[in-house]
């Protein structure tokens, strides 16, 4: 069960859908005119970022990168690289190719500044509450919990019976998201332990490990640091022996340029993010409980 450091209790619906729900990568690649490998700026509409990338894989006869993984109910501005630069014209429902760039590099997974989100919500009361709520976050932090989205509707199911050794998928891309799947699992697990300990703002611990100032948490696997102390005693309840790559992970993200409007039929927010933090665990914040793929009335 996620935990939230401030009790905001908004009341407003929300159903994630391409139409409700909008995000546009903030890129980190360098264009270079005489690069060997082409950067698609690509709208797509109720795909997920594996099933574009396997259309423009098709599409092109190229092998396709991307830098970051976006859900397929939503509206999503993101960024591809083929391996070859002579590209004809796609036709598909739901990709359009806004711009194309020649870049010296393929992107790879984490090649980005953040994400911008718009919502759309309805059912809002106040809309001032709701506008100094989301300035509260930007200023004092979110818990950086994983979504509903990484989950997907039966993936933890699947990574619980791969680390205990009852399924052992073929596909060697699916073993490796299951394994991350865990990671985020346990990750979250330890983030709701520390924010129960916390009261308003994270309650920081002797032997914590930081990055750029702020606590991190440990996503357990091969070739990571530990934290140490009283920070140890409680990430080893979340720590296993997995056969992948660990990394650290900020306990906390700060929501940029917030703003709330009015619009035809409800409310609409927007705000930035950094990469691989998400959008409904904001909204989560603001509604004091969890959310799944079923959203809220």
């Not at 359009?96 to 309805?122: H, M």
């Not at 609409?268 to 079923?294: C, H, M, Q, W």
Request: glycine share 8%; hydrophobic share 40%; with cysteine.
């Amino acid at each position: 069960m996620r935990r939230y450091l401030r009790a905001f209790s908004l009341s407003f619906s929300f159903r994630q859908s391409f139409d409700s729900f909008f995000v546009e990568e903030l890129p980190n690649f360098q264009a270079h005119p005489k690069g060997r490998y082409t950067i698609l700026k690509v709208r797509k509409v109720g795909l997920s970022t594996w099933e574009a990338a396997d259309i423009l894989e098709r599409s092109f006869g190229a092998r396709v990168g991307y830098a970051g993984l976006k859900d397929k109910n939503a509206t999503a501005i993101q960024y591809f690289s083929l391996d070859r630069t002579k590209l004809h014209k796609l036709r598909h429902p739901k990709i359009e190719i806004l711009a194309t760039y020649k870049s010296a590099q393929p992107l790879r997974l984490g090649d980005l500044q953040g994400n911008r989100f718009v919502i759309k919500i309805g059912g809002v009361v106040s809309i001032e509450r709701l506008q100094n709520a989301l300035e509260i976050l930007a200023k004092e932090g979110v818990p950086n919990y994983f979504g509903y989205q990484r989950f997907g509707s039966d993936a933890l199911r699947q990574a619980k019976a791969l680390v205990e050794g009852e399924y052992f998928p073929k596909d060697r891309r699916w073993q490796r998201y299951l394994y991350s799947v865990w990671q985020s699992h346990l990750f979250n697990m330890w983030l709701a332990e520390r924010v129960a300990m916390s009261e308003g703002v994270f309650k920081k611990l002797p032997g914590d490990k930081y990055e750029n100032g702020v606590v991190t948490g440990l996503l357990p696997g091969r070739g990571v640091a530990k934290a140490s102390k009283a920070a140890r005693a409680i990430e080893r309840r979340y720590d296993m022996r997995l056969p992948v790559r660990g990394a650290r992970r900020p306990t906390l993200i700060y929501p940029q340029d917030c703003y709330a409007k009015q619009i035809q039929n409800g409310m609409e927010i927007g705000f930035t993010l950094p990469k691989a933090s998400y959008a409904t665990i904001v909204l989560e914040n603001l509604l004091g409980r969890e959310l799944d793929y079923k959203g809220t009335r």
